[in-house]
């Protein structure tokens, strides 16, 4: 059981560049979600599915793009890379909408230049 | 109204201390008070997490104390070991199985050998 696997590790983009962020998860869960973390911001929703097929904006949705047509897999897009989207990016899951239990995935850094 | 506000940003005590985070919270339909626990280059995992109808949880060295009519919570850690030191995030859940789990900004802390 991997749980949250999430690639590459490290990116490095310059501006206006575009990329796909990868997630999978083989725990079967309903629930999927992405962050951002940056210093003293916390952990920001950008945004998170319910389900193979749904997808709903978070805090901070701008800029990226999500598509879940799989339980396993919900990548992010970032459409035109900018230096504000320099940051580390995270993957969760949970089981469905009534679980407590978050797990997330070990994070994408990425820096725009 | 959907913020927990997370104090202090940084924490350095001595080993064997007890380091004391704590978070408030104004919307009361929060229904679930997880803290995660973050290692450097790693994702967060859930560390302990308490229900508004109970005043304490203790797991191990690390005890939730939570006080609904102030509307806080705390995180206390015993006899503090370097293998601590981490990121610690307090986060909240919006009552009826939203998936917005809204965190708190993150307490770095440092315990020294």
């Known amino acids: 059981n991997a749980g949250v696997t999430q690639t590459p590790k490290f990116q490095v983009l310059k501006t206006g560049q575009s990329m796909t962020l990868q997630c999978a998860q083989d725990?079967?869960?309903?629930?999927m979600s992405w962050y951002r973390q940056d210093p003293g911001m916390g952990l920001r929703l950008i945004h998170y599915?319910?389900?193979?097929?749904?997808?709903d904006q978070g805090e901070v949705p701008n800029g990226y793009n999500v598509s879940r047509s799989t339980t396993e897999d919900f990548p992010l897009r970032l459409l035109s890379a900018a230096p504000s989207q320099t940051s580390v990016y995270f993957c969760?899951?949970?089981?469905?909408?009534?679980?407590?239990?978050?797990?997330f995935g070990p994070g994408t850094r990425l820096t725009v230049t | 109204q959907q913020q927990v506000k997370q104090s202090p940003q940084s924490l350095i005590v001595q080993k064997g201390g007890i380091p004391i985070i704590n978070c408030a919270y104004e919307n009361t339909a929060f229904d679930y008070f997880p803290w995660y626990q973050q290692f450097p280059g790693k994702g967060p995992a859930l560390l302990i997490a308490i229900r508004p109808d109970v005043s304490e949880k203790k797991e191990g060295r690390f005890t939730i104390s939570f006080n609904k009519s102030a509307k806080q919570f705390s995180l206390h850690i015993m006899d503090s070991q370097p293998g601590d030191s981490a990121t610690y995030f307090c986060a909240a859940r919006v009552q009826g199985g939203s998936e917005k789990l809204v965190f708190g900004k993150g307490t770095k802390l440092t315990v020294n050998p």
């Open positions: 599915s319910v389900g193979a097929g749904i997808t």
């Open positions: 725990m079967n869960h309903e629930y």
């Open positions: 969760a899951s949970r089981r469905d909408m009534d679980a407590y239990e978050q797990y």
